[in-house]
């Protein structure tokens, strides 16, 4: 059973920042992909970030225009990190990470999803 737990989210004013973790993906012994991806209130889910990995290479990352230049996705071991950097109020939303042998930009690919933490911005 696998079972992703997100970690990190919180209230900060526009213009800060904060770091996402997510742990809990088994499987990163082979080729994985893990991403970030978001929901905000009365809004669908959309992607944030993606980052392939062989093990603990990483050999990709991907991200959605909106975070460009202010998020960054990484690994640290089998740990998924997202530090958001230069916050604006329209990055509210719930955060959750996915996992899964394949990437996908909606997410559809992905097999297991965390429970999601709220990130706020005023």
């Known amino acids: 059973h696998v079972q992703l737990v997100e970690s990190g989210g919180g209230s900060v004013q526009a213009g800060g920042s904060l770091k996402l973790s997510c742990e809990g993906y088994?499987?990163?012994?082979?080729?994985?992909?893990m991403g970030w991806f978001r929901q905000a209130p009365g809004a669908g889910r959309e992607g944030v970030a993606r980052?392939?990995?062989?093990?603990?290479?990483?050999?990709g990352t991907t991200y959605e225009d909106s975070v460009k230049g202010r998020f960054t996705i990484s690994k640290d071991n089998a740990n998924l990190n997202l530090q958001m950097n230069s916050l604006k109020p329209e990055d509210t939303a719930v955060y959750y990470c996915?996992?899964?042998?394949?990437?996908?930009?909606?997410?559809?690919?992905?097999?297991?999803w965390g429970q999601g933490t709220q990130v706020t911005v005023s």
């Open positions: 996915a996992a899964g042998p394949v990437c996908s930009r909606d997410g559809s690919a992905f097999p297991y």
């Open positions: 088994p499987y990163t012994y082979t080729r994985h992909c």
């Open positions: 980052i392939m990995s062989f093990g603990y290479t990483t050999y």
